[in-house]
């Protein structure tokens, strides 16, 4: 076969964008294929960024606040705050010019990039991968071979679709407004709980700076009932702890978007990968898919580039570069779920408010500032089982669900 690109990669989010940055610098010929007519709308994002995932593409330029830390509050109001004021914990990017950056990035390592455009077909053959391509504006279709092809294309990914290769094992919703008129505390990000305001999962305001805040929220529709993530956000509004601090608040902006957490179960087929909320990346904690998609692909760069030189990417030889980072951060993953599920997302009400009031506690705020890690939630989660008295008949339960993870 003669080959256009070495890869051809759907979707130029931010997690293709990285992809296409990580692969040209090593060499290799890289299209992007974008179905949007411009990288970084639309897009349903919080835009939190932590320091690593931050590091993997410095854009500094595109931050618009930073954060030390979280107000967070119990169901009846109980306050814990974590974090230390002048100790930077995460950033707040613009979301749109983050995405160009990004996808900048991956066009001056020497990528290409086709926008308004889809594949509609894509056959994969002993020796290459045949892409049929239809520009959306001109309705002409491009036919173009490369040696693999990589999904970047989201939580709905055609290229996961078209390849049969799973369904994330958790699809949450988020809602976000961008506001003006909120007052909060600079610097300082707050997190709402409760089952009337986000089941099993939580709502945040996120100062976006100049005066803007985003307020949202993020559950699973299993959780609902049949209320929509809009019920809960309006309740959150007009909920009676809270209502003051939203009482002068003037929406600029909405969003609505999913999270997919889990990773699917095959990610890889011959000549065929998935990459960030395609391979179901975000973390089941926070919803946050930036850093894990980042890591998914920068995991096995220099080996995925070795093989695609060799043009020898089978199901067999792409598992043998992935099998240990990719099973790790699955690993990762599904044992801050079974953690989430146990102290947060099974909980009633009354029950969050116990953990609350532990959580309160000076001892358990001081072990949470020291070990907790929005990266790495399960240390702090079997730190919290295992020093805090009132945690310690859970830890059983942890113990068990922690071993079938
Ligand atoms: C409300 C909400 C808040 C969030 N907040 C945060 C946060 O604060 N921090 C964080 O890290 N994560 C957050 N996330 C998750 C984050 O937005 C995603 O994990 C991240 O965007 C994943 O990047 P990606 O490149 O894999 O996918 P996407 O950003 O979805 O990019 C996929 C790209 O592929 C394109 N595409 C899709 N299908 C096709 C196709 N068939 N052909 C061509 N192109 C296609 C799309 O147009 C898009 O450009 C949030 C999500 C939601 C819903």
Known sequence: ???????????????????????????????????????????QCAGLVTPSAM???????????????????GPSGTLVPVGKEGDLRTYVVCRKR????????????????????????????????VVEIVN?????????????????????????????????????????????????QERWLEMFSGSKIAPGFF???????????????????????GRTVLDCYNDLLKHPLWKDRFANITETARYCGPVPSGMIRRPIKDRVMVIGDAAGMAKPTTGGGLGPGFKQISSIADRLVEQVHRNQLSE??????TKSSWSKL??????????????????TDDELDMHFTNFAKPEVIELINEIGDIEKPVPLGLAL?????????????AGVKLLFT
Request: glycine share 10%; charged share 25%; net charge neutral.
């Open 98 to 129: 983050f995405d160009q950056t990004v996808v900048q990035q991956g066009l001056e390592a020497g990528s290409d990039i086709m926008l308004e455009s889809q594949p509609v077909s894509a056959d994969v053959q002993p020796d290459g991968v």
């Open 385 to 397: 089982l295992k020093k805090v008295p009132a945690f310690r008949k859970l830890a059983l339960q």
């Open 1 to 43: 076969m003669d080959f256009d690109y070495d890869v051809i990669i759907i979707g130029a989010g931010p997690v293709g964008g990285y992809t296409a940055r990580v692969l040209s610098e090593r060499g290799l010929s890289v299209l992007m294929v974008e179905e949007h007519n411009e990288v970084g709308r639309p897009f």
């Open 330 to 347: 699955k690993k990762e993953q599904d044992r801050a779920r079974a953690l989430r599920d146990l102290l947060v997302s099974t909980r």
């Open 136 to 184: 959306q504006r001109t309705n002409q279709t491009t036919t173009l071979r490369s040696k693999l092809l990589i999904g970047c294309d989201g939580a709905h990914s055609w290229v996961r679709r078209r390849f049969k290769m799973g369904y994330p094992k958790e699809m949450m919703i988020g809602f976000q407004t961008e506001v003006v008129g909120y007052e909060g």
């Open 203 to 225: 709502a945040w305001v996120i100062p976006s700076g100049n005066g803007t805040h985003r307020i949202g929220l993020w559950s699973r529709a299993d959780l609902l009932e």
């Open 316 to 321: 067999k030889n792409l598992k043998s570069i």
């Open 55 to 73: 590091d993997a593409v410095e854009a500094y330029d595109t931050v618009v606040a930073d954060v030390d830390g979280a107000l967070i509050h």
